[in-house]
């Protein structure tokens, strides 16, 4: 791995040399210039005295050096003011030189996967399915090439085992037209080629009764074309 | 470009180049074929050591022919049909069907041998198809280039379902299976390595060839993925896609720290951009027919409501059964009837007789109680589809059970199943004559419908414009 600049980092062992990791905050920055809802946050090397945030709050290391955030220990969740001064500290003993991002909480909701990648055949296809921990376990997933339609989103719901809360499952019922749209949005963002992305995970993406939004947030791009 | 194909859909001159009277070579059965089968336009066997080949004025070369000829077999092996290519372009054939193997499917010096054929041929309005194709068969105009001897295998004859095949012995050997009930063909291709005309340009001459009705493809991979996509959504518009798409491509560079790269399969890929083209997936060659034949034959239900209609009472639990539990996504859903409606069916069967759905008429059934019940059937607006048994095991059921099953499928979509061998193999060719299609089992009925209730619904969505 070697630093590039712009807070960029080439990796240069899993992925492809011409490939650039964005940090979570670049990432969510490019959803949100789409209109995909992410949560208000901030992403900061210091704590500011002011935090124009709502608490509670997570507090996640913001370094494309690091893929799986949670495994190293570098997510604290449900943080209130005093909670998150103490965890800060901590945090910077632990990821000297990163930086930080600050992000409301999100209300309690149905996890789902909104992914991209570049299949030989294909080209790009963007992948729904039962988020969290949950992807790898059951495969419940469904593909489509992009660009896809606003059918072709509702098809894929269909087409996982999550679907049934759309209608309601024991109590939880959720917001399918915002999961929709957010598949479309996606598409449409990659189709628009603006970025250069190549390959995506929206892991988890809540769905709750409201509305839909983007928990977590990993990019790559090609490398000339990258930053938000 | 569709004009263009047309002299290959119906050529008006066949040359084979390397035609012979010894019956060792392939060139020999290629003209015999060509012969047999009854094709009416000129045929020009090229070969300098003969004078006459089967009563047919034989020439030294493609030069020695006065006109363009709409399609040149060239049945020599590899580097000498690479030779011939050049007389092809001087002759300005329009097309090119390179029968030899022994090109990129055997390595580097194969694949030079294909750059060469593209070179001799680039700029020219020639094309070639193949090589390492078995050939072409285009019943409708009786044109058949195949290698393979008709003592060995059968070929169909005039259909609607086309059929385009990157394997070429598994072609010839799905059509021999086929003509076993009667089914034809309305062309077969088989693309061999594809070195200039792809699937794609051949799904697009069969979705503007008034003979056909649905297109089937056996595909090994997929030469361009984005323009296969286009096309095979555009032809889903009009004439239904089926796809039995076998091996994997080659691994694109996942990253494989992110979860989508870990669950991107090519499998499951596939399965979600065919549905999003409208395309239909086989998973045998047998499944590949029986669906084309469905959905060339019927059109699609306009729901997911089925009544089935039998005379032995465990068939219809089966097809109950299959029709309604999902092991591939899909699942259907028995009709229900009104009550008015089961008084109207009463009438027509015993009192022993089911009327609820599966309508079982038990070993009374006959002919007649059939042609009743369809007519209740197709004017129900509880029914979107119907399953029809013709069961041979009891003395009222016969060969006159195709015309009330013939009329019914022209009103709803029908699909017909049969079981056994004694008297079933007469009933599967006669329906098949009357264009009802009829499968031998229960789970290739059930599975049939299957396919035409998934063809309805994408299209339906690819109509709305999406």
Known sequence: MEFIGGGFWMETDSNRQDMVMLVEHEAKEILHEEGIPVPCGMEISELPHEIRLRFP??????????????????????????????????????????????????????????????????????????????????????????????????????????????????????????????????????????????????NPVIVTSEDALVADAKMSVRAGKSGP | MNNLFEALRNPGSVAVVGASPDRRKIGNAVLENLVRYGYSGRIYPVNPSCNEIFGLRCFPSLDGIDQAV?????????????????????????????????????????????????????????????????????????????????????YPGKGSVAFISQSGALGLLVMDSITEFGMGVSGFVNIGNRVDVTEVEVLSMFMHDPNTRSIVLYLESISDGAAFFSKAREASLTKPVVLLKTGRSEESSRAASFHTGAMATDDRVLDGVLRQAGVIRAYDEVELLDYGRALAYQPPPSGDR???????????VVTTDLLTTSHDGIRLRMASFSSEEKDELKKYALPIASVNNPIDLTADGSSEAYAAILNVLVESDNVDGIIAYALPQTPKIGVDIVDPLKVASRKKTLVAGVIGNRLSKSLLVELEKAGIPAYPSIGRATNAMKALYCYGVYRRRLLDGN
């Open chain 2, 70 to 154: 709409d399609v040149a077999v060239i049945a020599l092996p590899a580097e000498k049909s690479v030779e011939v290519l050049d007389q092809c372009v001087r002759n300005s054939s329009k097309f090119v069907i390179m029968v030899a193997g022994g090109f990129s499917e055997l390595g580097e010096e194969g694949r030079k041998l294909e750059a060469q054929v593209r070179a001799r041929i680039n700029g020219t309005g020639t094309r070639v198809i193949g090589p390492n194709t078995v050939g072409v068969l285009f019943p409708h105009s009786a044109l058949n280039t195949a290698l393979t001897p008709n003592d060995r295998i059968y």
């Open chain 2, 306 to 316: 089925i009544a089935v209609i039998t005379t032995a009472g465990g068939v219809g």
């Open chain 1, 57 to 202: 709050v997570a507090l996640k290391v913001s370094d494309s050096r690091i893929l799986h955030k949670s495994d190293v220990g570098g997510v604290r969740l449900n943080l209130g003011q005093k909670d998150l001064e103490t965890e800060f500290q901590k945090m910077k003993e632990k990821f000297p030189g990163s930086s930080f991002l600050i992000e409301e909480m999100l209300p309690r909701g149905i996890e789902f996967i909104i992914g991209v990648v570049r299949d030989g055949t294909f080209g790009h296809v963007i992948m729904l399915g039962a988020g969290g921990i949950y992807t790898e376990l059951y495969h419940d997933v469904a593909f489509r090439k992009i660009p896809i339609s606003l059918a072709d989103a509702g098809e894929m719901l269909e087409e996982i085992k999550s679907n049934r809360f759309c209608t309601g499952f024991r109590g939880m019922r959720i917001n399918c037209a915002a999961l929709k749209q957010m598949l479309v949005s996606v598409s449409n963002l990659v189709s628009k080629g603006k970025h250069g992305i190549e390959t995506m995970d929206l």
